[in-house]
């Protein structure tokens, strides 16, 4: 499950959500809780703070190269979201806890 949750989080990063998501998140509970806090406080603060695109594309580090061009400071409000967003599903998920999954006997 390590292994798994470790490579899921580096394409999670990349934009690509749905390996962390099924594979991790859903299976163990409480992390998805995190995520989804964490998810809804860094889209807040990018929403408050209108951070603009000039293309559409993947979330996390990819989306740093389209929210550049439209400005400096909206590069920065991007970043402080991207990280607050990260922070905040670590802290829920750490103050949450995270149950182990349950192994079916064979």
Request: no cysteine; hydrophobic share 50%; aromatic share 10%.
């Amino acid at each position: 499950m390590k292994k798994l949750a470790l490579t899921a989080s580096i394409t999670a990063f990349l934009g690509i959500t749905e390996p962390i998501a099924f594979g991790v998140n859903l299976k163990l509970g409480r992390p998805f809780l995190g995520a989804a806090a964490g998810g809804a406080a860094g889209g807040a603060y990018v929403a408050f703070h209108e951070v603009v695109a000039n293309s559409f594309g993947l979330t996390g580090i990819p989306m740093i190269a389209f929210s550049v061009p439209p400005g400096h400071i909206n590069f920065i409000h991007y970043m402080i979201g991207l990280l607050l967003a990260t922070g905040t599903a670590f802290t829920v998920t750490w103050v949450l806890g995270v149950d182990k999954p349950h192994r079916q006997k064979q």
